[in-house]
């Protein structure tokens, strides 16, 4: 961010599934939106510029961008083109475009969550109470990330349905809840995980 102007307007062309895309004013909306929304949601990042192209205060890079989409784990590889313009040798402005559908889903919808579905063969519905119970003390109540909590069936065999807004929100209150599961001797069985969807055109 040293070679930043405080006044940089930073922008990157998508849709807005894509939390960085956008545009952001000054460093601190460059740096939380942009980079920290790229780091939320791609893992193992690899940017090649084979291509750059200067013209007064201006220079263009050409390249490729490959990346691990978190929510999905699937790979994706594009094209990518990068606009800076230059103020006493500091960015002002910044363009990046992208082969944004690449990132997003088939053309029929896109990710919003991920859904586990699970039947616990000693799950009762007193160590649903207790498991509540405990979950509130640990400050997990309402859990961070959880879009949708469902939990029916028999008394002696309930089963859940949860929908997270991602793998990381789903891990975290893992954390919290996998050792109270075994504190009362409750199992919760095996996930199915599953992507959610929303339907529409874009």
């Known amino acids: 961010m ?30 939380e939106g942009f980079f920290g ?45 990068h606009l800076f313009k230059f103020r006493g040798g500091k960015v002002v402005h910044y363009t990046s475009l992208l082969n944004t559908a690449a990132f997003m889903a088939p053309s029929w919808g896109h990710a919003t969550g991920v859904a586990f579905s699970y039947t616990s063969s000693k799950m009762t519905a007193a160590h649903y109470d207790e498991i509540l119970r405990r979950v509130s003390a640990a400050g997990m109540l309402p859990v961070p990330g959880c ?10 065999q309930l089963r859940v349905f949860d929908v997270f807004d991602s793998m990381e929100s789903f891990q975290a209150f893992g954390r919290v809840l996998l050792p109270i599961l075994a504190e009362i001797g409750a199992d919760p069985g095996q996930p199915e995980i599953r992507l959610m969807y929303a339907f529409g055109t874009r």
């Open 2 to 31: 040293a070679h930043v102007a405080d006044d940089v307007a930073w922008s990157a062309e998508g849709p807005a599934q894509m939390v960085f895309t956008g545009v952001r004013h000054g460093k601190r909306e460059t740096l």
């Open 37 to 81: 929304g790229i780091a939320q949601e791609h893992a193992d990042p690899k940017l090649e510029m084979t291509e750059f192209v200067s013209e007064g205060d201006s220079v263009a890079a050409f390249g490729r961008y490959a990346v691990t989409l978190k929510n999905s784990g699937q790979r994706v590889d594009s094209p990518v083109g």
């Open 147 to 156: 879009h949708v909590h469902v939990v029916y069936g028999e008394p002696g």
